[in-house]
């Protein structure tokens, strides 16, 4: 694994005014996969406990998170509205932009803005995006629109590697539980 502290310092200059990180779910917090389960819910994903617990840490810290996704299922709307209550949710459209747009209509700026995805309709957002990152498995396309690519895959906790590398940036360093002193 790379040493994510390092280019944490690397990235600083672009990390340093992030204060909003959007995630593209299919194909970044789901390996991509995506199964029919013949029933009311419809069609579920996987996603990376890993990934939820470092979105909760952002958010603890004051910056906002959201996913953008052409994807509205249940199982989609019950993670990330209600177990893990992002901060912005914008589901069934796969024009992103119109999200994206809406997300600098609350006072964000493109600099102020992290974005994560992994296929051609994301090309925009990364393009525009003040820091944008991809997975290994996404196109060229999609890599040459980025600031940086993971060394995780799709849904393999490939957004943890960013938001610890925005952390660090940023000195967001969370307090670890301790035992008591005997």
């Given amino acids: 694994?790379?040493?994510?502290?390092?280019?944490?310092?690397?990235?600083?200059?672009?990390?340093?005014?992030?204060?909003?990180a959007l995630f593209d779910?299919?194909?970044i917090?789901?390996?991509?996969?995506?199964?029919?389960?013949?029933?009311?819910v419809g069609y579920n994903r996987a996603t990376h406990a890993q990934d939820g617990y470092g979105m909760k840490l952002l958010m603890d810290f004051g910056i906002k998170v959201g996913v953008i996704s052409g994807g509205n299922s249940l199982g989609v709307q019950k993670r990330f509205k209600e177990n893990l209550n992002l901060d912005l949710?914008?589901?069934?459209?796969?024009?992103?932009?119109?999200?994206?747009?809406?997300?600098?209509?609350?006072?964000?700026k493109d600099e102020?803005?992290?974005?994560?995805?992994?296929?051609?309709?994301?090309?925009?957002?990364?393009?525009?995006?003040?820091?944008?990152?991809?997975v290994p498995n996404a196109g060229h396309e999609v890599h040459e629109s980025v600031d940086y690519i993971t060394q995780r895959h799709s849904g393999m906790a490939c957004a943890r590697e960013?938001?610890?590398?925005l952390r660090y940036a940023k000195g967001i360093e969370p307090k670890i539980p301790t035992f008591p002193s005997n």
């Fill in 162 to 165: 960013v938001i610890d590398i």
């Fill in 112 to 134: 102020e803005v992290l974005y994560m995805g992994d296929e051609l309709f994301d090309i925009p957002l990364l393009k525009r995006a003040g820091f944008s990152a991809t």
């Fill in 1 to 20: 694994m790379r040493n994510l502290r390092k280019l944490a310092k690397e990235f600083k200059g672009k990390l340093d005014p992030i204060k909003v």
């Fill in 25 to 27: 779910i299919d194909g």
């Fill in 89 to 108: 949710v914008f589901l069934g459209n796969e024009d992103k932009r119109e999200a994206y747009l809406q997300v600098l209509d609350l006072g964000y």
């Fill in 29 to 40: 917090l789901t390996n991509g996969l995506i199964h029919w389960d013949g029933k009311e």
